[in-house]
């Protein structure tokens, strides 16, 4: 089975990390009561993080190895998606450079941290009179047909895929959408 590759932002891994590993994290509280015992407090989920290991060779892998980096030197948190595992909104936390690199060889290593913003969703005030409000409120869906992938959808309709992901909360893997199901349209 091919995967498709691995993808932050606007950058595509030419393939895949040779592994990636999450962890999850859970803020507990302890606290000490008398008698020498604890009480625990759970604090909900914190964040996931991810980490990874991989390599390019070839004849510009260093060059690969400087355009990821490129990546890493820009702000603010962006989509991971992963072929196999749940997106994540996600800040590039590190990058290391595992040995000295060569012209053809470089092996590398990354973290990402999610960014969890809980429900921040805002009510919108619609304007206008009765008609223009139900038509705002109408949904707006489309199929997906046979070869069609989130990617090629978000463009059809001109919108942000983050946008489009945000909108259907139910799509965990935008790199596996199915023949007759509904994506809404933001």
């Known amino acids: ?100 690199p060569l012209p053809d060889y470089v092996r590398y290593s990354f973290e990402f941290q999610e960014r969890f913003d809980g429900y921040t969703s805002q009510l919108t005030a619609l304007e206008g009179g009765k008609e223009e409000k139900q038509e705002a409120l109408a949904e707006r869906t489309c199929t997906v047909a046979g070869g069609d992938t989130l990617w090629g959808i978000a463009q059809r309709y001109g919108v942000g895929l983050e946008e489009l992901l945000r909108a259907n909360p139910n799509i965990k893997n935008p790199n596996l959408v199915r023949v007759g199901e509904q994506v809404k349209l933001p």
């Open 1 to 100: 089975m091919r995967l498709t590759p691995m993808r932050y932002k606007d950058y595509i891994w030419p393939h895949n990390p040779a592994t990636y590993s999450i962890t999850y994290e859970r803020q507990v509280a302890v606290h000490k009561v008398p008698f020498g015992r604890y009480y625990m407090q759970d604090l909900g989920l914190g964040r996931r993080v991810m980490r990874g290991r991989g390599e390019f060779a070839g004849r510009d892998a260093y060059e690969e190895f400087k355009r990821l980096a490129t990546v890493f030197y820009g702000t603010g948190p962006g989509l991971l998606i992963h072929p196999q595992w749940q997106i994540a909104n996600a800040y590039f936390t590190a990058l290391k450079l595992e040995q000295e």
